[in-house]
C-alpha cells in the first residue's frame, strides 16, 4: 500500500477525492486510531490505493467465506448484547494491549477484536 504525504490544505482533508472508473475505485483515507486523553481523534498517516471491483460470480470458497463471516457477525453481536460476555470480552481486549505477541493484530475496537477472535474459531 502506497502511503503518499500531502502539504496544506489537502493534508487535513479526509474523504473520497475521486470515482469509480473503468472498475477502479482509488480511496484515499486517513485511519483513526482511538482518541487521546483530552478526547481529540488520533490520525495515521494519508493512504491512497486502488482495487479493482468484483464483476461475475463469487468462487465457491469466497461464497463460504462470506457466509461464514455474516454468522460470525450476528454472533457478535449477541456476545455484545450480554453484559456478562461483554465483560468477558472486556478483559481480553485489555490483555492484547497488555500482554502484546508478537506478529499479532491489534485491535482498536472491542467489537473488532470480538469478531476476529470469533472468525478465528469458527473458520476451523
Known amino acids: 500500500m502506497s502511503q503518499t504525504t500531502f502539504i496544506s490544505p489537502v493534508e487535513n482533508m479526509t474523504g473520497k ?11 484515499t483515507r ?9 478526547g481529540r481523534p488520533i490520525y495515521g498517516p494519508s ?3 486502488i482495487y479493482h471491483r468484483h464483476e461475475g460470480k463469487w468462487s465457491e470458497a469466497a461464497t463460504k467465506n462470506r457466509e461464514l463471516f455474516q454468522q460470525v457477525q450476528l454472533l457478535a453481536k449477541e456476545e455484545l448484547s450480554n453484559p456478562e460476555r461483554v465483560a468477558y470480552w472486556q478483559s481480553l481486549f485489555e490483555q492484547q494491549f497488555l500482554h ?21 474459531k469458527l473458520k476451523v
Do not use: N, W
Open 100 to 120: 502484546p505477541k508478537q506478529g499479532e493484530k491489534h485491535y482498536s475496537t472491542l467489537r473488532g477484536f470480538v469478531i476476529a477472535r470469533m472468525h478465528e
Open 17 to 27: 477525492l475521486s470515482s469509480t472508473r473503468d472498475g477502479r475505485v482509488t480511496v
Open 30 to 38: 486517513r485511519k483513526c486510531y482511538g482518541r487521546d486523553a483530552k
Open 47 to 49: 493512504e491512497t490505493y
